[in-house]
């Protein structure tokens, strides 16, 4: 079955730097554009980025253009997030999305999360 674990979420101070993966498995990895949502606490969902079935064209939130990057390495059937500068705002669960409606793919599968915490 499909599966997606997310990793490397924690506490990273202000202006700080933190690199989130999602693993995939269940699934032909590299046929699949991915996504990446959050959920801030008390607040909906909120699209993060995306990315086609290759690192190319890459697509990102205005909130965090210029400050996250995404890839991904299809080898390792691995998604990442790098976040850099990061802000309160930031805080919130990160969850990797199988498919990019941004493209018109159904976001179909969704991982478990994984929260990243940024304190005042």
């Known amino acids: 079955q499909v599966n997606l674990v997310e990793s490397g979420g924690g506490l990273v101070q202000p202006g700080g730097s933190l ?3 999602c ?3 269940g699934f032909t990895f590299s046929e699949y554009a991915m996504s990446w949502v959050r959920q801030g606490r008390g607040k909906g969902l909120e699209w993060v980025s995306a990315l086609h079935t290759t690192n190319g064209g890459p697509r990102y939130s205005d909130a965090v253009k210029g ?3 995404i890839s991904r390495d299809n080898t390792k059937n691995t998604l990442y997030l790098e976040m850099t500068g990061v802000i309160l705002e930031d805080t919130a669960i990160y ?3 199988r498919g990019a409606s941004i493209w018109g793919s159904a976001e179909d599968f969704w991982g ?3 929260q990243v915490t940024v304190p005042s």
């Open 23 to 25: 693993t995939a498995s």
């Open 67 to 69: 400050r996250f990057s």
């Open 95 to 97: 969850y990797c999305v």
């Open 112 to 114: 478990q999360g994984t």
């Open 19 to 21: 690199k989130l993966s």
